[in-house]
């Protein structure tokens, strides 16, 4: 069930959206609260689930890494038990930055990172394709970034 946010949360979570290592005091200053009600507001949000967290934002280009693959994954078999085994093993792989479990013709929808075509080729072989009830593997190349920040659009 969603969380009721006010106009002040709202724009407390746009603004550590934009930029979550503003203090306390400058994230006060920018809604018109003082830092101690800024804080318990924030805390509150944390709490709710409606912050799950806070991390940086690395280039991969700047890291080495040129190609930015989606790989859709069909499975030969939808027991709970395999899909569970499944998601498991992509959690241990760190080329794979996002996934997720879609509907249509593919069961899995990957988001991976390579440092080359060429690298991309030997991940897809020696560790997608060797991945428990991999039935197919379809892979789309990635010109370029359009939108790189995940920002979530708040409600009302």
């Known amino acids: 069930m969603p969380v009721n946010l006010d106009r002040t949360d709202k724009a407390l979570l746009n603004a550590l959206q934009g930029n979550a290592r503003l203090t306390v005091a400058e994230l006060a200053d ?24 806070y991390q940086a ?6 890291l080495g890494y040129g190609v930015t693959a989606f790989v859709s994954i069909m499975m030969d078999s939808h027991t709970r038990e395999i899909a569970r085994a499944f998601e498991q093993r992509l959690l241990e792989i760190p080329e794979i930055v996002a996934c997720h ?56």
């Open 101 to 156: 479990n879609v509907s249509g013709r593919y069961d899995f929808l990957l988001e991976v990172v390579a440092r080359d075509l060429e690298s991309f080729g030997e991940f897809a072989r020696e560790v997608l394709q060797t991945l428990p009830c991999v039935k197919e593997i379809y892979s789309s190349f990635s010109y370029k970034s359009v939108r790189r920040l995940r920002v979530i659009p708040l409600p009302g």
């Open 30 to 53: 920018r809604v018109a609260l003082t830092t101690s009600p800024c804080w318990r507001r924030v805390r509150s949000l944390e709490e709710s689930g409606v912050i799950s967290g």
């Open 57 to 62: 934002i690395l280039s991969p280009k700047a």
